[in-house]
T-cell receptor, first 118, second 112 residues
């Protein structure tokens, strides 16, 4: 079974609709992240969370919100979807450990959610 | 200037050949460097870390040049399964700052 799962895997929605993307992990990691990927732009960080009580904005948080319901669950919401939010969305996790250990920099990604806003 | 820049390619390389690509980064204080691999429509996965002294993992060799602010990836004896997009990744300047900055990727296709 996958360690990081995302639902739905594909979604088509209309402009103005609210949509939630969900992420669950069984790796026991404290840190979770949401990215979007657009062709030619690379991965951009939307929000990240270092534990259940800690939520931080990333580079492109406008138009998005998140909820960390538990250590294992981190949801991303688009309050009112617009077409330029059409993208591939990835959830990722990483472990907390000795800050000088490189292992903490490895991020484990979910399979992605392909979102189309029409 | 982008924080992390890569040649998008595509690099079309015959099987068995050696291929290398570079990535430049703008923040001279960046601490850690990585190569991730991403297959078409799949999630990125860590390929290897890049250490100051250079490091090898099988057919893959990574180098870091802090003075010129670039990292490189060399693939020897390339296989069809090496076809993928290779993402250069750089962390922030502070330990504990886990913001990873991703390059846009270099697409590699190995030709039979």
């Amino acid at each position: 079974d996958a360690d990081v799962t995302q639902t739905p895997r594909n979604r088509i929605t209309k402009t103005g609709k609210r949509i939630m993307l969900e992420c669950s992990q069984t790796k026991g990691h404290d840190r979770m992240y949401w990215y979007r990927q657009d062709p030619g732009l690379g991965l951009q960080l939307i929000y990240y969370s270092f534990d259940v009580k800690d939520i931080n904005k990333g580079e492109i948080s406008d138009g998005y919100s998140v909820s960390r319901q538990a250590q294992a669950k981190f949801s991303l919401s688009l309050e009112s979807a617009i077409p330029n939010q059409t993208a591939l969305y990835f959830c990722a996790t990483s472990d907390f450990g000795d800050l000088r250990e490189r292992a903490i920099w490895e991020q484990y990604f979910g399979p992605g959610t392909r979102l189309t806003v029409t | 200037r982008k924080e992390v820049e890569q040649d998008p390619g595509p690099f079309n390389v015959p099987e068995g050949a050696t291929v290398a690509f570079n990535c430049t980064y703008s923040n001279s204080a960046s601490q850690s460097f990585f190569w991730y691999r991403q297959d078409c429509r799949k999630e990125p996965k860590l390929l290897m870390s890049v250490y100051s002294s250079g490091n090898e993992d099988g057919r893959f060799t990574a180098q870091l040049n802090r003075a010129s602010q670039y990292i490189s990836l060399l693939i020897r004896d390339s296989k069809l399964s090496d076809s993928a997009t290779y993402l250069c990744v750089v962390t922030g300047s502070n330990f504990g700052n886990e913001k990873l900055t991703f390059g846009t990727g270099t697409r590699l296709t190995i030709i039979p």
